[in-house]
C-alpha cells in the first residue's frame, strides 16, 4: 500500500511540480530508507544510540542488497563515533543490473532518536560509478546557502561578511536571517557573534544532513547552515544541492593530528582547497530520505492496520516530492 504526494503548502511554502516519476531503481532506494527508519523505532526513547544504529543500518543493509544492480559503498558512516556502518567498499545489491555507488546514513541524529526527540532521519544517495567523492576525513568546515547567495559567500571569509552578504542577497535586514549552527563547544564563537548581528541561530547538536535540506528545498525554513559538522555527510549534502540548486562548500577541518595525517593519502587540490557540490557529487544524483522522529520536513512513522505509514522525501531530476508510503511488519 502507498500514497504518493507532492510537496504541498503545509510543509513548504511553494508547491513543487506533480510528484516524481520514479523509476524502479529510485523506489528502491526509498525503500531502503524506509526500513532503517522503521527497524529503528523500537529504539526511540529507550537511551540507547548504538542499539538504534545497529537496528538502521542492518535494515538498511537488507533492503540495499535487493536493489536491482551493483552497488557499492562509497562514503558510509560510523569510524569517527565507533559507530555500526555500512563500510566503505561494501558491495550491495543483486548483481544483476547498472552498477552504482552509494552514500548513506542509516541513522542520522542518533542522540535524537535515543532520545525520543525530534530530528532523526535516514538517508542515502546513489549516482553512477565515479559519481560520488570520498574522504578518509571526519570532519570539515561547510557552508549550505539558497541559489540566490550562490555568488558572494566565501568559506574562508568572516561569518559577518557572509551572513551580511546572504542578507543583500535575499533581500531581507540580517535580523530576518534564521540559520543553522551545530551547537558543539567549537561553535561557541560563531554563534555569538551571528546572534550580534541580530540572525536567528538555531543551535542543533546533530543534523546538518537536514538542516542543509531546509535551506535547499523551495521555501525552506532556514537561511543557510555554517561552521564544522562530519565529513561523510557532506557528500550526501551535495547530492542534495545537485539535484535542488543552491551553494555547498566544503573544506577539511581536521580535528586532530592522526586525522592530519589520514588526510595526507588526498592530493593537496583536494586536501586544503574549498570543494564545491560538483567536486564531492561529480554525477546525477538520486536522494532517499524517510523520518525516524518527528522534524520540520518529515513526520515520524505511524502506525496503521497495514502496518507502519513512513513519511519520507524523494529528490531525483531536479525536483522534490513527499512520499508516505506503508511499510508492512517483517
Known amino acids: 500500500m502507498s500514497t504518493r504526494e507532492p510537496v504541498g503548502p503545509t ?3 511553494c508547491v513543487a511540480p506533480s510528484p516524481l516519476q520514479l523509476d524502479g531503481f529510485a523506489w528502491s532506494l526509498l525503500a531502503a530508507t524506509e526500513a532503517a527508519a522503521a527497524a529503528a ?8 544510540p548504538k542499539a538504534a544504529d545497529r537496528a538502521a543500518v542492518a ?20 569510524e569517527k563515533d565507533d559507530a555500526p556502518m555500512l563500510y566503505a567498499g561494501e558491495e550491495l545489491g543483486t548483481g544483476d543490473g547498472p552498477a552504482f555507488e552509494i552514500a548513506a546514513d542509516p541513522l542520522e541524529g542518533t542522540t535524537y532518536c535515543a532520545e525520543g526527540r525530534p530530528g532523526a532521519i535516514a538517508i542515502l544517495a546513489a549516482s553512477e560509478p565515479g559519481g560520488l567523492w570520498s574522504t578518509p576525513g571526519y570532519y570539515a568546515d561547510k557552508l549550505v546557502v539558497p541559489e540566490q547567495a550562490a555568488d558572494v559567500v566565501d568559506l574562508g571569509a568572516p561569518i559577518e561578511d557572509n551572513l551580511l552578504a546572504l542578507a543583500r542577497a535575499l533581500g531581507k535586514p540580517p535580523d530576518r536571517l534564521e540559520i543553522a549552527i ?13 546572534r550580534a548581528l541580530g540572525v536567528r541561530v538555531h543551535a542543533m547538536p546533530d543534523g ?17 547552515v555554517f561552521g ?19 551553494t555547498f562548500l566544503f573544506r577539511h577541518a581536521p580535528a586532530s593530528d592522526a586525522e592530519a595525517g589520514l588526510l595526507e593519502q588526498l592530493p593537496p587540490a583536494e586536501r586544503f582547497a ?57
Request: aromatic share 2%.
Open 41 to 48: 523505532q523500537p529504539w526511540v526513547g529507550r537511551g540507547d
Open 59 to 78: 535494515a538498511m543493509r537488507e533492503a540495499l542488497g535487493g536493489v536491482p544492480g551493483r552497488g557499492v559503498v562509497v562514503v558510509g558512516e560510523g
Open 11 to 13: 510543509a513548504l511554502a
Open 228 to 246: 564544522v559538522g562530519g565529513a561523510p555527510e557532506g557528500v550526501l549534502v551535495a547530492c542534495a544541492t545537485k539535484v535542488l540548486s543552491g
Open 274 to 330: 574549498t570543494l564545491a557540490t560538483d567536486d564531492l557529487a561529480r554525477g546525477p544524483a538520486v536522494v532517499a530520505a524517510s523520518g525516524v522522529t518527528m522534524s520540520e520536513l518529515l513526520d515520524r512513522p505511524r502506525a496503521t492496520r497495514a502496518g507502519l505509514e513512513v513519511s519520507s522525501l524523494v529528490l531525483a531530476s531536479g525536483r522534490a516530492a513527499f512520499v508516505r508510503r506503508v511499510v508492512a511488519p517483517a
Open 208 to 224: 546538518d544532513v537536514l538542516a542543509a535540506l531546509r535551506v535547499l528545498l523551495p521555501g525552506g525554513d532556514l537561511d543557510g
Open 182 to 194: 551545530l551547537a558543539k563547544p567549537r561553535h561557541e564563537g560563531l554563534i555569538r557573534r551571528a
